[in-house]
């Protein structure tokens, strides 16, 4: 059986350095076997690439493939308080907000992409509940946003 390490190189994606703090909160707090994380949004090198509300100037897909990159982030927050990927025991709940333009109604499938990749790196320990939600606007006009809740070990 391999590790999260070894799925995630399988993807052909390394862990990035924790996202820094855009204001006055840290990026996950550890108590007990919990990790909670804050909002990552889809930052790669600190920069954020793209912006816009999904379905106006944010495709749908694009905006999954943005979630995406917000888990990774997100996996990279639980992993410097937990010590590492392999201490993960199951991700609990997922969080995911998506900037939309008003009548976009596809939350849930821009969501996946995040859901997704927590299952591809972390396997059975990856699923989990989740809710996806709607908003006007995220921090720098981002258009999705993920928090999750972790048990490690």
Do not use: W
Not at 7 to 36: C, D, I, S, W
Not at 52 to 61: H, R, S
Request: hydrophobic share 50%; with cysteine.
């Amino acid at each position: 059986m391999s590790t999260p390490e070894e799925r995630l190189a399988g993807l052909g994606l390394t862990l990035p350095e924790v996202v820094a703090p855009l204001a006055a909160y840290v990026p996950a707090v550890r108590t007990g076997n919990y990790v909670y994380t804050s909002g990552q949004l889809p930052m790669v090198d600190g920069k954020l690439g793209v912006t816009g509300k999904v379905g106006a100037e944010v495709d749908p897909e694009l905006a999954r493939e943005q979630a995406r990159i917000c888990a990774l982030n997100a996996l990279a927050a639980v992993a410097s308080v937990a010590g590492g990927l392999s201490n993960i025991v199951r991700v609990v709940k997922v969080v995911g907000f998506v900037a939309s333009a008003p009548d976009f109604t596809g939350q849930p499938g821009v969501v996946n992409g995040a859901s997704e990749l927590l299952g591809e790196v972390l396997g059975e320990a990856g699923r989990h509940a989740r809710s996806a939600v709607g908003v006007a606007v995220l921090p720098l006009d981002a258009p999705v946003e993920v928090e999750l809740i972790a048990e490690v070990g």
